[in-house]
């Protein structure tokens, strides 16, 4: 039989172990693992890790903020996905009180129509009361059965959903089997107006909010995860709600693995703002060990790339500092680098949190996030030997800044096939606007 793409010899890399094997893809999909296959194409992929392709949930393309807009959108911000072996983004509804969830999923839907790969939509919650609980209903007919972020601060911009409106919430998401993303800072405990920083929105805060979370997750049954855990006391908050019976999931970034609140006393600091802020390094080492042993369930970037004159307006009046930084691009050969090749987590760590985790935790698997049979043929084809620096100029994401200019890295992504297509090989995207669909849940 001759398949439409073979991958040969390379180390299959699953959760569970690895495997050298050739990987037959015809239709878009995956159809056999074995020997001596033969396609149409063939890519030789000896000596490389062929991984299933990276699905970063939490994304924030052409995201209105401060008066200003998320520098990527999704044509640009979904070929630099391509570029960095991510298959699937999970993007968001842009949330407003006079807007009806539906309506919002249909406005994101038009804006996302340039997407090179494939894509979800969490319905965000901005906005919303729970006298709208049957919007919940209706998107989830739609296909969308993700919630968030739901805020547990930024009252002062209206952002806020109060704790009996996330009971409601939680409540009308649990009946769909659906999950609710939360973002967890407690209100009281954090001071905007002194900007994105760690004396202003303290560990603390990210604390006692997953803590109410986590107690209003048990009550309701409902599968909630709370988006870019930054400390070691969330840390802490989160497993005991889960000894508890909450069900609850955490999810991280590599901003909190790979950098420390000591850029902000540089003078470029400003260009370093993301809420959460940028913790200690004791917390960065509690998140890489609770990776490791599968306390945390997803990596993902909450890429939200903002340029240098973007920033630039909240130097001296960090009231109006965008907050959020790129990734989506390096997502992969970061965990990599500084994850499997520095021997702080196993290779099979790579699909569990980048793949499998997401997959599963917002209802893609097994369409998505898996080499099985009969998934969708997303795929990487991953260099463990290349040697490379990042520059923010050579990067496809539209910035001038990456908050990890001039780390080394070793390994990179040498192709990326989207449902059975090459859409970025050795260098060069090859993909096209479009060709990412929407996928329903």
């Given at each position: ?355 499998e985790g997401p997959a599963k935790t917002y209802g ?8 099985a049979i009969g998934a969708d043929a997303d795929l990487v084809v991953f ?59």
């Amino acid at each position: 039989m001759i398949y439409d793409l073979v991958i040969k010899g390379g180390t299959l890399v699953t959760p569970s172990g690895t495997s050298v094997a050739d990987l037959a893809i015809s239709k878009g999909r995956i159809v056999a693992h074995g020997r001596g296959f033969t396609g149409r194409q063939e890519i030789d992929a000896d000596g490389r890790l062929v991984l299933p392709g990276v699905i970063d949930a939490h994304t924030h393309m052409a995201l209105p903020v401060g008066g200003t807009r998320s520098s990527d959108d999704f044509h640009s911000g979904t070929v630099a996905a391509a570029c960095g072996g991510v298959t699937t983004i999970i993007d968001f509804t842009v949330g407003a009180r006079d807007l009806s969830l539906p309506a919002a999923v249909e406005e994101r839907l038009i804006t996302a129509q340039k997407a090179v790969i494939d894509y979800a939509l969490h319905a965000e919650l901005v906005g919303w009361t729970a006298e709208r609980v049957g919007e919940i209903f209706a998107v989830a007919k739609a296909g969308v059965r993700s919630f968030g972020e739901i805020f547990t601060t930024y009252s002062e911009s209206g952002r806020r959903t109060s704790l009996g409106d996330l009971q409601v919430a939680l409540t009308a998401i649990r009946k769909i089997s659906g999950t609710a993303m939360v973002h967890a800072e407690a209100d009281e405990l954090v001071h905007p107006e002194e900007g994105p920083y760690p004396p202003a929105r303290p560990a603390l805060a990210e604390a006692v909010a997953i803590a109410q979370v986590g107690v209003i997750a048990a009550h309701t049954g409902c599968c909630t995860c709370i988006a870019h855990v930054s400390s070691a006391p969330g840390l802490a908050a989160l497993f005991a709600a889960q000894k508890q019976g909450a069900p609850i999931l955490g999810e991280t970034c590599p901003q909190y693995l790979l950098l420390d609140e000591q850029v902000y006393a540089r003078e470029d600091g400003h260009l370093f703002s993301v809420v959460p802020p940028l913790r200690r390094e004791e917390d960065q080492q509690a998140l890489w060990s609770a990776l490791e042993t599968g306390g945390l369930a997803l990596l993902s970037t909450d890429h939200c790339p903002f340029t240098r004159a973007q920033k630039e307006v909240g130097k001296d009046d960090p009231t109006r500092l965008p907050a959020g930084l790129p990734g989506i691009e390096t997502l992969l050969p970061l965990i990599y680098s500084a994850g499997v090749d520095k021997g702080r987590l196993p290779l099979t760590a790579l699909p569990r949190l980048l793949s499998e985790g997401p997959a599963k935790t917002y209802g893609l698997y097994p369409q998505k996030g898996t080499l099985a049979i009969g998934a969708d043929a997303d795929l990487v084809v991953f260099d463990p030997t290349a040697k490379w620096t990042i520059h923010a100029e050579r990067l496809h994401m539209a910035i001038d800044f990456s908050p990890y200019e001039g780390m080394a890295m070793c390994g990179a992504v040498e192709t990326t096939i989207s449902r059975g297509m090459i859409i970025y090989a050795k260098g060069s995207f090859q993909g096209e606007a479009g060709w990412g669909r929407f996928i329903t849940r």
